[in-house]
């Protein structure tokens, strides 16, 4: 058969033996070399083809095309234009540090698929030719027999047709938080992927068993190698940051151009030099251009990073720091995200008495019903499931895990908190004989020599176990008549609660030496129901709680069945009383706008198929959301990368997701992702209180240039003293506000709306205000000392030092757009103070020393200027706060 035919085929609907016959195969043989070969030749290696990436030269050289970085470039061209060659070297150097950190941050944004690549890559064992061999997994082909026992990593798609006690855990696949049981069964063809039980597929990993398949799809053509082909087709979206910034700078390009060619034409227009007119447009595009913004943004959003970090998120990419101060939708995974990842017993209902256990996780923990002593049929339950139990319990690194089924381990775990250690029970009773657990059967049973007597423990599915029993344990232990309808509906409201629900049995077995199914199928005496869940972290509650206080919508997206997925989304407040859950066949049945809709109204979607995240996610997005995406598995990673921030889990995730997402959370906490959004609100912050900083100066240098070519007067500052002034504050005042600490009520107010620019008119209004009176001071004081004899160099020095005092008291308003500045007080931002002195001893050199004073044109003044300077400053810095205090009452 063909690639493209054998995609065609529903295998898991089909018998073992049509699949076998479909693809000319032997169970019993193999396939021979010769047909291996052949098949290899046609069907190509059992590996994921990478995509193709741009070079190290090409995304180098992309990194100077964004329109900030233009800016910055043509800055330093005019300047080198100027002759000013330390100046061009300060600012392309300011560029090639941008180009080189976004390089660097890129570097690893399109190793998702190479993750994934090795990810499927191991040793298999092979029939061939009628005998075993052990092979690379990257050497199989279609139709050939694969056998499968505990502990191995499954190599490609598989069509079982032999399966003893074969479980596999699926969660990285299916997000499946339990181990699922494997048979060979044929299933109707509407099964959805993670219901399979016949299909063994590729990166999932066995923990119990035996069996063996037949491979029906390798490479690309995987389960997996879908989920490749969905993480190559989803775009590289640009982050709100990115797409406001790029905005920005192509309106204050546009402004700045069209500035430049009317001061030209006016000048012309009023019989100046066409030289002159254009240096006086140089000066002024020199003037206008934020030379230090795109450093503050890099340079913010890296302290951002660091902040991050310090509290358990790590981020690959820059501007996904402000990306989740964006975020308007959290679409969580359920398992290992808002949960522990951890199966834990909740509550035992043994004799007719209801126990509840406390703890959490696989720690043991916590306390059986009031911590006494543990009697009667509870003790029995408990005593049962320790060793009608194949899992194991370690400690290691000071955490506690699970060796085999999660099921298994929570019983190990609960009979823990009750003092029954699994070992010393397994030592006293030992095991005689077993009965696996079965698909068909749907319980396992053990037999043990208790005090000289045999019994065997059952545990498993209640309708299996409860129709074999004829009595029960009361509270005491005794044997009384069975309560079925009592059993009944204490296990239906273990089920509501979200609960899975185990059944426990056990049968005196007399003397027998052996177990056998017909020997055990009746006669059961019933032990207790033990009801179990994945639970919710605390923390994560309180995340979820907060993200709503801040207008974040939280979603869950996850694999497992609905009732689970309903019931823990009410414990968190994700989903309220009486709201429902969309599984993944509804969601296959929507069209795009009908599922626009849907995402609008529900807040959970269960048995969610990786390409149906992927649809969640882009359906958010076509509603005008700023999507955050949590996820740990291989099914997550499409998901992931479509977000416009995909966040993976470091501890319990895949390297796939991991690679695929923006952000890593080290410790696997949602309560993370809450913090990590304050960070992010709290870098935006900062980078609009610098760009509200930084304009006035360059709207009030541009001003000055324009008033004097209209008034026909010098230029008041030189294109080399607008360098200076804006290289110079920007790096020791303007940056000095990416330290500027979160404000208090960051969490209480909304997400901005997607599209909303980055400066509101206030603040608009803000800038226009602060630049005339940064053109009225430094202006109306270069006029004034000309007018009293002094020198063009002094009156420069006077317009020069305007700017610099004015930007420094006008520093003080920006730590805060709303309130004063006392009220943060003055000392939270140490930083403005380091950076004002330095600014200080600057401006002295400049005003004084000689070889500035060649280099820059300027000259010493005396104390009477530099208290007029000192008063403009201070008046800026009155009307500002008068102008916040004024909007602030509206």
Request: with cysteine; aromatic share 6%.
């Amino acid at each position: 058969m063909s690639t493209s035919s054998l995609q065609d085929v529903a295998w898991h609907s089909l018998p073992a033996e049509e699949a076998a016959a479909r693809l000319a195969a032997s169970f019993e043989q193999g396939l021979d070399e010769a047909e291996v070969s052949c098949r290899r030749s046609r069907h190509g290696e059992n590996r994921l083809t990478p995509a193709p990436i741009r070079g190290p030269l090409l995304r180098f050289a992309l990194q100077f095309v964004q329109p900030l970085v233009l800016v910055l470039v043509l800055a330093g061209l005019v300047t080198a234009v100027l002759g000013e060659w330390v100046d061009a070297a300060v600012i392309f150097g300011v560029t090639l540090v941008n180009a080189v950190i976004g390089f660097i941050q890129e570097g690893r944004a399109e190793s998702a698929l190479a993750a994934l690549a090795r990810s499927v890559i191991s040793e298999v064992t092979v029939l061939r030719g009628g005998g075993k061999q052990r092979l690379s997994s990257t050497e199989l082909v279609p139709g050939d027999v694969v056998l499968l026992a505990a502990g191995d990593k499954v190599p490609a798609d598989l069509r079982l047709f032999r399966s003893r006690d074969l479980q596999a855990i699926e969660a990285a696949l299916t997000g499946e938080s339990t181990a699922v049981a494997k048979s060979d069964d044929a299933l109707p063809e509407d099964t959805l992927l993670a219901e399979r039980c016949n299909m063994a597929y590729a990166g999932t990993v066995m923990i119990s068993g035996q069996g063996a398949g037949i491979v029906v799809a390798t490479g690309d053509h995987t389960e997996t190698g879908r989920i490749s082909r969905l993480i190559a087709e989803a775009p590289d979206l640009t982050t709100p940051l990115t797409r406001r910034m790029t905005a920005f700078s192509n309106w204050l390009l546009l402004a700045i151009g069209l500035l430049a060619v009317l001061t030209f034409v006016v000048g012309i227009w009023r019989g100046e030099s066409a030289f002159a007119m254009f240096m006086a447009a140089v000066a002024l595009a020199v003037g206008a251009i934020p030379e230090g913004l795109p450093a503050a943004m890099t340079i913010t959003l890296a302290i951002g990073v660091s902040r991050m970090a310090r509290r358990r998120a790590i981020i690959r990419k820059l501007p996904a720091v402000e990306t989740l101060g964006s975020t308007t939708v959290i679409c969580s995974d359920k398992t290992g995200t808002l949960t522990e990842n951890q199966m834990t017993v909740r509550e035992i209902h043994a004799g007719g008495v209801r126990t509840v256990v406390s703890g959490s996780g696989y720690s043991p923990s916590g306390k059986v019903g009031d911590g006494g002593d543990v009697v009667g049929a509870l003790r029995e339950c408990l005593v049962a499931g320790a060793l009608c139990n194949d899992a194991g319990l370690n400690r290691s690194n000071r955490h506690w895990e699970i060796v085999g089924d999660p099921t298994e381990g929570a019983l190990l775990v609960v009979a823990r908190k009750a003092g029954l250690d699994e070992r010393t029970l397994q030592k006293l009773f030992p095991r005689l004989d077993e009965i696996p657990f079965d698909s068909a059967r749907q319980y396992m049973a053990t037999l043990h020599d208790i005090d000289g007597a045999r019994v065997a423990y059952f545990k498993g599915a209640l309708e299996q176990l409860l129709s074999r029993s004829l009595s029960m344990l009361d509270g005491n232990g005794r044997s009384v008549a069975l309560r079925r309808g009592e059993i009944e509906s204490a296990a239906a409201t273990m089920a509501a609660a979200g609960l899975r629900v185990l059944a426990v049995a056990r049968l005196a077995a007399g003397s027998a030496g052996s177990l056998t199914a017909s020997s055990v199928d009746a006669g059961l005496e019933f032990v207790g129901l033990v009801g179990m869940v994945d639970p919710p972290r605390p923390k994560a509650i309180a995340a979820v709680r907060t993200c709503h206080a801040a207008g974040i919508t939280v979603k869950m997206i996850t694999g497992d069945h609905a009732a689970t997925a309903l019931s823990i989304a009410r414990q968190m407040g994700i989903a309220r009383a009486g709201e429902t859950a969309i599984g993944g066949r509804e969601l296959a049945a929507l069209d795009d706008q009908a599922l626009c809709e849907a995402v609008r109204r529900v807040n959970v979607f269960a048995r969610v198929e990786p390409a149906q995240k992927l649809r969640l996610v882009r359906a958010l997005q076509a509603n005008g959301e700023v999507v955050a995406m949590t996820g740990d598995g291989v099914n997550d990673a499409p998901a992931l990368k479509q977000a416009d921030i995909g966040i993976a889990m470091g501890l319990g995730g895949t390297e796939v997701a991991k690679d695929a997402a923006e952000m890593v959370l080290t410790d696997d906490d949602f309560a993370a992702i809450e913090a990590a959004v304050e960070e992010g609100r709290g870098v935006y912050d900062n980078l609009v209180k610098f760009i509200t900083w930084t304009l006035p100066t360059n709207f009030g240098e541009g001003l000055v240039i324009v008033a004097a070519i209209l008034a026909g007067a010098t230029l008041p500052i030189t294109p080399l003293q607008i360098l200076w002034i804006n290289m110079t504050t920007a790096v020791f005042l303007g940056l000095m506000l990416a330290f500027e600490p979160i404000e208090h009520a960051v969490m209480r107010r909304p997400p901005r709306a997607p599209g909303t620019p980055i400066l509101d008119a206030a603040l608009v209004w803000r800038i226009v205000l602060v630049s005339l009176l940064l053109l009225a001071g430094s202006f109306g004081l270069f006029l004034r000392e000309l007018g009293q004899g002094h020198s063009l160099a002094e009156a420069r020095t006077v317009a020069v030092n305007v700017f610099v005092v004015v930007e420094g008291m006008y520093l003080f308003n920006c730590r805060s757009l709303k309130v004063s500045a006392l009220r943060l007080g003055l000392f939270s931002n140490p930083a403005i103070w380091y950076g004002i002195l330095m600014m200080a001893l600057l401006q002295a050199a400049l005003t004084y020393l000689p070889l500035m004073n060649r280099l820059f044109a300027t000259a010493p003044i005396g104390g009477r200027e530099w208290l007029e300077i000192g008063a403009v400053g201070v008046l800026a810095y009155l009307v500002v706060g008068v102008e916040k205090q004024v909007r602030a009452r509206r």
